[in-house]
């Protein structure tokens, strides 16, 4: 299968007509429609049907699209590879991750394969939002993150690394900090600072309440930033939740307090997620060993 197509065909996608996708392009509409029209004799089946709106993409075109732009990325990639192989240096590996584990997971993974591979260049992305389909694009090599389970995963693939867990934090002197066991009904009173309703922190704790019949305790303060939550606990009798991995610091230190809450809704799989039909660089390969060796002490321990 020629990858112009493919290239061709997630142009379509995109712009919804065949126009726009040849001006995206740089091709005339009817050179276009041929690389269309040849992608589908090849595949046997129609990608498109035509509307009053324009290309409307079928089943097979949503099904095949995954896999296009990892095949495309891929392809980048491999040319890039190539590049730095003729240039004497080892190229660039891109890591992206969601702001804590990029500050409180990864820096030692990286400092390793720094030192074992001095030619290696590596660019983090530290960011929350489209991190997967952005990987599909090929602007990333590796994502490490939390493994949720609506991930888009035509075209990706998955390592688990470890479990963290979301825990209910105070500080040390807090009432609560002082109690040997404590009930689900102890928690609505509190002052909470929570994360903001849309994150996935604040849906899995909705439901944790839903599922004992009690409704979600009321947000005094709202902050997506965990290091505003940590703060706002730290001096006051507020409580929050937050992951065990971004309060490791604080609760060495004393200056924090994690109370461990019984259910499956707290856990948090962790993994690598990368390009399903890619093969991976001998420098990717050194990331994810370790990382591996990284999580291994963070196993059994959740």
Known sequence: MDLKHLRNM???IDEGSLGKAAVRLHLSQPALTKSIQRLEEHLGV???ERDSRGMKPTLYAYSLQGYAKAACAGMVEAEGRIRSLRSGTEGVVKVAAPPLLATDFLPRALVALSDERPNLKVEVVSQNQNLFTDLLEGHFNIVVAMLY??????????????????VLVLRPDHPLAKRKAHRVKDFLEEKWVFTAADTW?????????????????????ESRNPAVLKAIVSISDHVGIISRLGVERELEAGTLKAIEIDSPMMQRPIGIVHREIEPASPAINSLVSLLEAASTGRRGNT
């Open 46 to 48: 129609k990608v498109f």
């Open 149 to 166: 389970d609506e991930l888009p995963w035509e075209g990706l693939t998955k390592r688990w690394l470890f479990d963290d867990r979301l």
């Open 10 to 12: 997630l142009a379509v």
């Open 201 to 221: 922190s604040n849906r899995r704790v909705r439901l944790y309440f839903e599922q004992t019949g009690l409704a979600m305790p009321r947000a005094r303060i």
